[in-house]
């Protein structure tokens, strides 16, 4: 079973073919001359691998669970979901766990607490006032549903259409109905301003909003972050912004952190490379600038002991990988 598990994990191995059944060509694609994209003609694998390490959090035991994620192996092809299976079972599924977390250079774990802490960032944003949450690059990011604070809250998730699609068939060949407080709309974030589509799609700036982009700066332009942040800027004051970012050493020296250099190797694979970081010590000053203050920001190694400090085993790697709350006063 382990030989026949092997392969499907392998970042260099296979997992296209649920890209090759969902491609669907951007026919405009061709008009446009950018510097960085995403693949245009396919759902992001990058968000099929977190949905994946949700749904092996999902099928641990109870107790030790950070979060259940029951949609989350929807969206996984058959290979994923076998392994997922696999990793629930009592002995291997450790073992598998382990290679798991070795082969993704510590994204499992970081993946995982980084859900939960985000989790938990929302609830607090939500406690303190937020009336409506904006999910950007949303993905398979399933909190809209799962999280029963956000119930009777407007949820906005923006994604690339390839994978908004993508999820959106899921939710129809699964029968999942989305609740009416969801809402799904569509943008390339390298080909359009967030501003002029905000206009265009009626986005309220007058409720105090919070926002999550996660997992997503490291793949845009760095105009296209400050374009982002000129959006940001316009929501009422009591507004937040959670987001993850690459520590942008990893960007500048790839051997700053352990593993950087195969993750870069790994992601040219998938064209989704890393394009985007910031020294966590220029954050507050670049925030100012758009009169944000920096509440929280804590690496991978701080979060992972946050909350999964008794599972040793999990405690390595993506070091570089940093999720900081912002809020507007
Ligand atoms: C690593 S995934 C993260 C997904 C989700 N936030 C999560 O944590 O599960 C990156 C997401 O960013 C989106 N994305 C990447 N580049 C984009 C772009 N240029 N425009 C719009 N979305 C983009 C992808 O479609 C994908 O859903």
């Known amino acids: 079973m382990i030989i026949y598990f092997l392969p499907i994990f392998s970042p260099y191995g296979t997992g296209e073919g649920v890209n090759k059944l969902r491609q669907k060509e951007i026919n405009d694609d061709k008009l446009y001359d950018y ?6 003609t396919a ?4 968000a099929q691998y977190i949905a994946f390490f949700r749904a092996i959090e999902t099928n641990q035991p109870t107790k030790k669970r950070l979060f259940d994620d029951e949609l989350a192996s929807e969206f996984l092809d058959i290979g994923l979901k076998l392994a997922v299976k696999i990793t629930a079972m009592p002995v291997i599924g450790n073992i598998i766990i382990n290679y798991i977390q070795k082969r993704g250079l510590g994204a499992l ?5 980084r859900t939960k802490y985000i ?9 303190g006032g937020a009336k409506q949450v904006i999910i950007l690059g949303a993905g398979f990011d399933t909190r809209a549903m799962r999280l029963p604070f956000l119930k009777d809250m407007p949820v906005i998730e923006i994604d690339h259409p390839n994978t908004s699609d993508y999820k959106l068939d899921i939710f129809k060949k699964s029968n999942i109905k989305s609740p009416s407080n969801i809402s799904y709309l569509q943008i390339d974030f390298n080909k359009q301003g967030l501003s002029e589509f905000s206009f265009q799609r009626n986005i309220n700036f007058s409720l105090p909003t919070v926002i999550i982009w996660e997992g997503v700066t ?4 760095s105009e296209a972050i400050d ?6 800027q316009k929501f009422a004051s009591g507004s937040s912004i959670i987001f993850t970012y690459l520590h942008r050493l990893a ?5 700053a952190f352990k593993g950087v250099a195969q993750m870069k190797e790994l992601l040219k694979s998938k064209e989704e490379n890393w394009t985007f970081g910031f020294y966590p010590e220029q954050l507050p000053n670049y925030l100012q600038t758009y009169g944000l203050t920096l509440y929280e920001d804590n690496g991978a190694v701080e979060y992972r002991k946050m909350y999964m ?13 940093r999720i900081a709350f912002v809020g507007k006063k």
């Open 251 to 255: 960007l500048d020296d790839s051997n």
């Open 109 to 113: 774990s970081a993946s995982i607490a």
């Open 35 to 40: 510097k960085i994209k995403m693949k245009a």
């Open 43 to 46: 759902v992001s694998r990058t």
């Open 218 to 221: 490291s793949y845009l332009s």
């Open 309 to 321: 400090p008794e599972r040793k085993n999990l405690l390595n790697g993506f070091e570089f990988h």
């Open 119 to 127: 989790d938990d960032l929302l609830k607090k944003a939500i406690d």
């Open 227 to 232: 374009k982002s942040f000129e959006f940001f």
